[in-house]
């Protein structure tokens, strides 16, 4: 989905437990270019000392490199010259500084690299290694800041789909649910009452997810349980509903009205183009994976006996599920997914299937 999926944060770790494995990662990368570097010049040195000299050398850069990152001052600068300024310090550190910790563990005196002879190779095999280390380790944070700027530029986008979505869902059902109560008033007081205290539970349920990022399941099941108690009392015995939220999972978390338009396009899509009656099935269950829940109805079906994937389906192509899925992708990336399927005799099934660590 990203360019990248590493955070910034895992790129230059503030953690001991990422401290040590960004380390890992530094001795085999110096590890490789002890290697190099003794095939390339095989008689400056053995390849154990050469191993030594550019472990030291390779992990005092990468030391400095994670101390100045931590410099609040040092992070105001534009990223171009942060990195600059970086390699800047942290190369000519790691080159001096790492000898005196190579003379320490090889057991020899202590003395100023170049004092007596200057060899330009391992200078200049230093600067192109370390060069080569910070601009892909740049590459990779511009990289990781990009993909999180369209993360959140597709959630903001997501955001104002609902907002739109909710504009026209909830003007639209109440003009015709006070339509339907106009002509009950007269005819049946009670069950105008019954539908008056259904809407306002409706839309008390709409009004706090329309301030919210996240609602529990029971809360998107009891705004699901007025909506159908309405459209039960429209459609009269041409539909039944069912709502079945295990105690467990009551607690878990989804974004606001997700279920909302999967349940609208069962009864639109299956229902009421249906000669005679039909239900409505809205199933929460726990997997190993996380948790699946099922918009099931008994309405006209699928068009075409293909394939999930290939099928002809005109209701799968419709906004709401579509907004469906950008709102599971946006707030789950690829984890989550939204698939339609086929019910014997007839029906659908519309699935949603949200990751475990993303549900709690």
């Not at 709409?206 to 699901?224: K, P």
């Not at 269950?285 to 109805?297: K, L």
């Not at 950008?326 to 690829?334: H, N, S, V």
């Amino acid at each position: 989905m990203y360019l990248s999926s590493t955070p910034i944060k895992e790129l230059w770790p503030n953690t001991l437990k990422g401290a040590l494995r960004a380390t890992s990662v530094a001795i085999v990368f110096w590890a490789l270019a002890a290697t190099l570097l003794y095939l390339l010049s095989p008689g400056l040195d053995t390849w154990p000392r050469l191993l030594v000299f550019s472990e030291c050398v390779g992990l005092t850069m990468v030391a400095s490199v994670l101390i100045l990152r931590r410099v609040r001052a040092f992070s105001q600068f534009r990223p171009a010259r942060r990195w600059i300024l970086t390699g800047a310090v942290s190369i000519p550190a790691g080159y001096f500084v790492g000898h005196q910790f190579a003379f320490l563990a090889l057991g020899e005196s202590q003395r100023l690299v170049g004092h007596l002879s200057v060899s330009f190779v391992p200078i200049i095999f230093t600067l192109l290694v370390g060069g080569l280390g910070l601009h892909s380790f740049a590459t990779r944070e511009k990289l990781t800041q990009e993909a999180t700027a369209r993360s959140e530029a597709q959630r903001l986008a997501v955001e104002s789909e609902l907002r739109l979505l909710r504009t026209q869902l909830e003007p639209h059902m109440l003009f015709n649910t006070l339509a339907n109560l106009r002509s009950l008033v007269r005819e049946d007081p009670d069950l105008a009452e019954s539908m008056i205290d259904q809407l306002i539970i409706y839309l008390r349920s709409a009004l706090v997810a329309s301030q919210t990022d996240l609602v529990t399941l029971s809360r998107e099941f009891s705004q699901l349980r007025a909506y159908l108690e309405i459209m039960a009392l429209r459609m009269g015995p041409r539909l039944s509903f069912q709502l079945d939220l295990p105690a467990p999972l009551e607690s878990a978390t989804i974004p606001p009205m997700l279920l909302q338009p999967l349940v609208e396009n069962a009864i639109k899509h299956g229902l009421e183009p249906k000669i005679g009656s039909g239900t409505v099935e809205v199933v929460a269950r726990a997997t190993t994976e996380g948790i699946e829940i099922r918009v099931n109805d008994s309405g006209l079906g699928l068009t075409v006996a293909s394939s999930e994937e290939h099928a002809d389906r005109p209701i799968s192509k419709s906004y709401g599920l579509q907004h469906v899925r950008d709102r599971l992708r946006a707030a789950y990336g690829t984890e989550a997914k939204l698939s339609l399927e086929r019910r014997q005799p007839f029906g659908v099934s519309a699935v949603v299937a949200i990751p475990h660590r993303a549900s709690v």
